[in-house]
């Protein structure tokens, strides 16, 4: 299903942008609050408790760090029902990581609205919002170690100097036409494989918050420093998920270079 990904430090733009988008393109708009629910929902955690990993900016306390990564996981793998789902318009600032491996999800940048200029008067959230301003880049830096406004990670950056909402949203919809947009084959599959990856990663990550994990047609890669430490921990990891839905063998790689190679 196609999916425009919308992100940027500045909410109320953006959100007005996803807005046009999604009512011209007739597709379902979901935000950080659709994403909230979803995951408090299939998660069995609180939506309080999801919302707090989203607006806390610190990282400081090993225990907390570990629980704050398996809430940011299970926001994706409720992103990536979603996607799975039907083609949709998104706008909010997680998901960085399915974006870049789904060729087709137009990924967009927001930046600069007039209002920016001395007075700031529309960048702020509105009351439904999570984060705004620049506490939303130091976020999006905290969990991803990537710059929100780096335009390589985009496919198209828009400057809210030079055009209206609802400009912005036709810009998005012809680029949206190119070929390289349109689901194919290969890439709904890598979308299945990724959201089997991301339900095996929310199982994992609260023991291990740096663990990685990838899935190739049944074959799941899994990666974390805490594998060099000791076999058990490897074979208990493996043991854990090889009866998982959609698993035919586990590999455990205690090497970076590996998994990335993988």
């Given at each position: 299903?196609?999916?425009?990904?919308?992100?940027?430090?500045?909410?109320n733009?953006?959100?007005?942008?996803?807005?046009?988008?999604?009512?011209?393109?007739?597709?379902?708009?979901?935000?950080?609050?659709?994403?909230?629910?979803?995951?408090?929902?299939?998660?069995?955690?609180?939506?309080?408790?999801?919302?707090?990993?989203?607006?806390?900016?610190?990282?400081?306390?090993?225990?907390?760090?570990?629980?704050?990564?398996?809430?940011?996981?299970l926001?994706?793998?409720?992103?990536?029902?979603f996607?799975m789902?039907?083609?949709?318009?998104?706008?909010?600032?997680?998901?960085?990581?399915?974006?870049?491996?789904?060729?087709?999800?137009?990924?967009?940048?927001?930046?600069?609205p007039?209002?920016?200029?001395?007075?700031r008067?529309?960048?702020?959230?509105s009351?439904k919002?999570?984060?705004s301003?620049?506490?939303?880049?130091?976020w999006?830096?905290?969990?991803?170690q990537?710059?929100?406004?780096?335009?390589?990670?985009?496919?198209?950056?828009?400057n809210?100097?030079?055009?209206?909402?609802?400009?912005?949203?036709?810009?998005?919809?012809?680029?949206?036409?190119?070929p390289?947009?349109?689901?194919?084959?290969?890439?709904?599959?890598?979308?299945?494989?990724?959201?089997?990856?991301?339900?095996?990663?929310?199982?994992?990550?609260?023991?291990?918050?740096?663990?990685?994990?990838?899935?190739?047609?049944?074959?799941?890669?899994?990666?974390?420093?805490?594998?060099?430490?000791?076999?058990?921990?490897?074979?208990?990891?493996?043991?854990?998920?090889?009866?998982?839905d959609?698993v035919?063998?586990?590999e455990?790689?205690?090497?970076?270079?590996?998994?990335d190679?993988?």
């Amino acid at each position: 299903m196609s999916t425009v990904a919308i992100l940027s430090k500045y909410v109320n733009e953006s959100r007005k942008i996803a807005e046009k988008t999604a009512f011209k393109l007739g597709y379902p708009l979901v935000t950080m609050t659709d994403l909230v629910k979803a995951a408090a929902k299939e998660g069995n955690v609180t939506e309080s408790e999801l919302s707090g990993a989203l607006t806390d900016i610190t990282l400081y306390h090993q225990l907390f760090r570990k629980r704050k990564m398996k809430l940011v996981s299970l926001l994706e793998l409720a992103l990536c029902g979603f996607m799975m789902e039907k083609s949709i318009v998104f706008c909010g600032y997680v998901g960085y990581p399915i974006f870049q491996e789904i060729s087709h999800v137009l990924q967009v940048l927001v930046l600069g609205p007039p209002e920016d200029a001395g007075g700031r008067a529309g960048g702020k959230g509105s009351g439904k919002d999570l984060l705004s301003d620049d506490k939303i880049l130091k976020w999006f830096k905290k969990i991803y170690q990537a710059d929100m406004e780096d335009p390589n990670l985009y496919d198209l950056s828009i400057n809210m100097w030079h055009m209206d909402e609802s400009e912005a949203a036709d810009i998005i919809i012809n680029t949206l036409k190119q070929p390289r947009f349109k689901p194919m084959t290969y890439s709904k599959k890598v979308m299945k494989d990724l959201q089997l990856a991301f339900h095996i990663k929310t199982k994992l990550i609260e023991k291990m918050p740096d663990v990685a994990v990838k899935s190739h047609d049944g074959t799941v890669y899994v990666y974390s420093k805490a594998f060099k430490r000791g076999q058990k921990k490897a074979a208990g990891t493996k043991q854990s998920i090889m009866w998982m839905d959609g698993v035919d063998y586990v590999e455990i790689l205690k090497d970076q270079k590996s998994f990335d190679a993988v």
